[in-house]
């Protein structure tokens, strides 16, 4: 995590934190089911967002150096891993 602020990811993640604390909250008041789907929807979206301030940075950080240092599998294999995951 070179380029990206450690404290603003945190600071996103708590926002997260919090946001799942309040779905659970909603299911235990009963709320209705289509007001906690748009939630859980909210979350994903967050989530996704940190995921693509993580791969931005490993790709402008990580990936150079690695191919700098005649790394190329292991670049391209961390991609690749990354890429199958989102695909799920």
Known sequence: MHNISKTKLVRRLKIIEGQVRGLQD???????CIDIITQTSAVK?????VEDVLMESHLSTCVIDQIKKKQEKKAIGEILKV???KRK
């Open 83 to 85: 890429y199958r995951l």
């Open 45 to 49: 979206q967050a989530l996704s967002s």
């Open 26 to 32: 909603m299911v235990e008041r009963g709320t209705y």
